[in-house]
């Protein structure tokens, strides 16, 4: 008899990642494409189901145990994407359905970074753990709580938006409509707001990032001007440690993890983004936390783990 | 058979209140001291046993089941409070230990917003939910989180800490050492600076507490103030309730709670406080939440949960 295969699917607000991922938790083949290209649910949707008869097709699986995608917004109970800020499809997206009628198989949905905290639980550093937190960064800044052993769905299915916690009261404007949510200070956006706040605050700054056009900067080139030593670029992800590192200590007086996990994209950055970070997350941890909890990385490569824990999704509903 | 009862102890960083509570979670009689009148943690449980033996006596009580401890800082986990800022007592107390030694039956010790999320949860108006949250307000800004149906103690046995989340980045001083946690500006103590900082903005002021010493104020002379229409009060609970709004609505984003419980004297303010507070909710509640989650007052008598929780605790190790 084959094997049973899954598919992992994450969805993010720029690019849509596919995995077909084995029994033993190997992601065996993947392949993606453009969210962002997409305005139309129902074409986005095709595409997702073209991609996965593809990529199981190329690896010869003709059968597989089902779906999981981790989405934006995405209701473990409800199998809807509801309102997600980062992407271009408005309402509530009966995604489950809507794959489910596309490929005749089971499709589990939550948040993306529940699903990813869920890799981690199950693949990563969170093995054996019963009380972590997973923070992701990347367009937005999402979390998923594991709490005695369980992910948190919470009332509604949708638990774990750090990334829509205010941190600064009347601050930023927010993708979702609001002001000051973390968010704005430290997705991938709210650090490229950062460094040309910095740069308009620096008239004599004459470095890598000069000349580069506001609306060509990234995350990605402010991370590599830091890896040259740039000081804007240093600047920038200073503060930005500076703020997450709040945030997070703010999560421990929630659910006291034993670790806070972190990955994404701009952390690709290194110490010159999680040695501001940390330091900003003990000094404003509550006294009675010291020493019970660390801020770590994924241990799980970074575009495997969200893949991964959308699979595994399937096999724990 | 003597019908089998137990003691229910809510440590406040003022009063401490004891309760003989009944099989059927009845407190059939009460007792209580002031905490702040101590400063050596011995002399301290000396009383609590005292009274404890005096309540018992009183009530033809001979035998106790065990004792329930709510506590500001009380860890579930090691029977110890952990330095809580608002007692006098420093350092780790094993009061676990030093209660069981006084009086030979079983102690069980929690968070004491910890043990009002339990009672709430047992007796009052969490029946049936499996997710709630419970915010304390009184001489600090205690929580106790409820998930999926059970009560959330975290790696370290001391989860739930939102009086200690920081609501203003810098902000006001709070008693824990850092600068700008919620309980800075919502707990009674708050309530009273906010009261003094809006009066000096107000020189033309000649309401009821024109005339009020700094150190004289307090939440319930401010609450009697706004119930005859005073504008300086009204003023202080509009922006208290603004701020608990604030911080409730952030604390959905964690859990994605069915309602937001809320209990102490300071909400005895009534409308005043509770209108502000529930329009500041909804002002900084994420979309996808709209709908899923009400703040509510407590069920049970304000002085009853935290008794009534530690108490049931005993049962529900």
């Known amino acids: 008899m ?6 992992g699917i994450d969805v993010g ?25 997409y305005s139309d649910i129902n074409l986005y949707m095709d595409e997702v189901a073209k991609k996965v008869k593809e990529i199981m097709s190329a690896n010869n699986v003709a059968e597989i145990e089902g779906v999981g995608i981790g989405a934006p917004n995405g209701n473990y109970y409800t199998g809807c994407i509801d309102n997600a800020p980062n992407l271009h499809f408005g309402g509530n997206l009966k995604v489950k359905d809507m794959l489910e009628a596309r490929l005749g198989v089971e499709v589990v949905l939550s948040n993306d970074a529940n699903a990813a905290a869920y890799g981690e639980f199950v693949y990563g550093g969170g093995k054996g753990m019963k009380d972590f937190l997973m923070v992701t960064v990347g367009t937005g800044v999402g979390s998923g709580f594991v709490v005695d052993g369980r992910l948190v769905h919470g009332h509604s299915g949708a638990a774990g938006e750090l990334g829509h916690s205010i941190l600064i009261p009347g601050g ?6 609001r002001k000051g949510c973390l968010e704005a200070y430290t997705s991938a956006r709210g650090i490229c707001q950062t460094c040309r706040e910095l ?21 990605k080139i402010i991370g590599e001007a830091a890896a040259q030593g740039d000081e804007l670029a240093i600047k920038t992800f200073e503060q930005t440690g500076f703020w997450l590192g709040l945030a997070c200590a703010n999560a421990v007086t929630f659910s006291s993890p034993e670790a806070v996990f972190l990955m994404g994209g701009p952390l690709q950055a290194g110490d010159v983004f999680v040695e501001p970070l ?31 824990g959308a699979a595994a999704l399937l096999k724990n509903k």
Chains 1, 2 share one sequence.
């Open 2 to 7: 084959q094997e049973k295969y899954s598919i």
């Open 13 to 37: 607000g720029t690019n849509t990642d596919i995995g077909l991922v084995s029994a033993n938790g190997t992601i065996v083949a993947r392949t993606n494409f453009s969210t962002s290209a």
């Open 172 to 177: 930023r404007q927010c993708s979702c409509g």
């Open 199 to 219: 740069r308009a605050e620096m008239p004599n700054y004459n470095g890598v990032l000069a000349n580069v056009a506001d609306d060509e900067l990234t995350s």
């Open 278 to 308: 940390k330091k900003s997350f003990k000094e404003h941890l509550l006294n009675i936390y010291h020493n019970t909890v660390d801020i770590r990385m994924s241990e799980l490569k970074a575009n495997d783990v969200a893949i991964l």
